[in-house]
């Protein structure tokens, strides 16, 4: 059997005899074995080599021979010869290169290697880089899933905070205090649960017979209050009088549409998942004398933060996190630690109810917490490496 075998997987012409031109045929043909080729491999980049090329190839033994000698220096006091008598420039020149060239070509044999090697490590860690950020992002979506998941019960404290009430106490119900605070109807307060905890949070909180209505409503997307760009210099000036924050970083969060006036001249601070996705706005009124906000209506509180990151390089990864009470701290924060030798991320936890990145946050080397004793206790529970702001500040001094 093993004959037969053979025979059948090794292509030989009517003699018994292996040939290439009575396999492949002419030139031309095998072009066109090669076009099909590159065509079928293409999608794995894989790319045909130039048609008519004229280009030399060194044997890749002789080729690795040369890259693994020592390297070479050239002592032209010690390799240049002197010109002898009597011979002319062109003899001269072509007796120094005749000398130089098997240590040039060494040395350009070497050179490429290198540049090949150093392409293959930015590759490495390109690939690496794009594995990590996937990795993340599959990470967090699984735990969303299994937190939605093992969601049984919506509390009322939870709804208040969605609501924007941080210090009343309410002894409703959940669907009813959205109905008393948003001023709507059942159908539009059921709405607003499925929206911020999920339809089962939702069934928990109302009953299963409100499904259908949510079911039947569309997604609604969360739209800030319009800017009014004549205005911003209104919020420039008291944001730079009254909280000292320079005036080219708040121009700096103008142009990222992270600041800005409303046309009641309100500064507003948006807020955004990690993604980048917008999902609510602060509002600061410029007769505010105690450094209070409101979250604007329609606001996904819980989706999102007031977060900007700033130093190093920009593809740098996220170094350190700085958690902050609010967006005019953590601008404040920011303008004392400057400069920022390393990527940093400030991001705002406006109260004590407010969610924890706490996956994201477990990745960073650094997180420092600029929020009162108990929310730090908490964050440790959590986040056991989480330092407090005026330790981090000790030990960067003592640097």
């Known amino acids: 059997m093993t004959p037969h075998i053979h025979a ?27 076009d099909s080729f590159a065509n079928a491999l293409g999608h794995l980049g894989i790319v045909r080599g130039v048609k008519g090329s004229v280009a030399t190839h060194t044997k890749v033994k002789k080729y690795y021979a040369a890259v693994n000698q020592d390297s070479q220096l050239l002592d032209l006091e010690r390799c240049i010869p002197q010109p002898q008598a009597q011979e002319g420039s062109v003899a001269y020149r072509q007796r120094v290169i005749e000398l130089l060239s098997p240590q040039l070509k060494v040395i350009n044999q070497q050179l490429r290697e290198r540049d090949r090697q150093n392409q293959k490590l930015a590759e490495l860690k390109q690939t690496a880089s794009v594995g990590e950020q996937l990795r993340y992002s599959l990470e967090k979506e699984l735990h969303l899933l299994r937190a939605n998941h093992g969601r049984q019960n919506l509390s009322l404290s939870e709804v208040a905070y969605e609501l924007g009430l941080n210090n009343s106490k309410h002894e409703d119900n959940p669907l009813s205090l959205v109905m008393s605070v948003n001023k709507c109807n059942l159908d539009d307060a059921v709405v607003w649960l499925r929206d911020r905890f999920g339809e089962k949070a939702m069934l928990n909180a109302v009953s299963k017979s409100a499904l259908s209505i949510a079911r039947q409503t569309p997604e609604r997307i969360f739209v800030p209050p319009k800017p009014q760009a004549q205005r911003f210099g209104e919020v420039e000036h008291y944001l730079n009088q009254k909280h000292s924050i320079p005036q080219k970083l708040l121009k700096t969060l103008q142009e990222r549409g992270l600041l800005y006036a409303s046309t009641d001249g309100n500064a507003v601070f948006i807020a ?53 009470s609010s967006p005019i701290d953590a601008l404040k924060i920011m303008v004392r630690n400057a400069p920022h030798n390393y990527r940093t991320l400030y991001l705002t936890l406006d109260h004590e109810s407010a969610p924890l990145p706490s996956e994201f946050l477990k990745t960073l080397p650094n997180v420092v917490v600029a929020l009162p004793e108990k929310r730090i206790m908490s964050i440790r529970k959590i986040l056991p490496n989480a330092i407090d702001v005026s330790k981090y500040n000790q030990q960067q001094q003592s640097y």
């Open 8 to 34: 059948y997987l090794v292509p030989l012409d009517e003699r018994g005899k292996l040939n290439c031109k009575a396999l492949f045929g002419t030139r031309v043909k095998m072009y066109q074995l090669q």
């Open 272 to 324: 955004r998942n990690l993604d980048g996705r917008t999902t609510g706005a602060y509002l600061y009124s410029l007769n505010n004398s105690e450094n209070n906000f409101t979250i604007y209506s329609g606001s996904r509180r819980s989706s999102g933060w007031f977060h900007l990151s700033v130093g190093g390089s920009n593809r740098g990864l996220i170094e350190t996190a700085v958690l902050n």
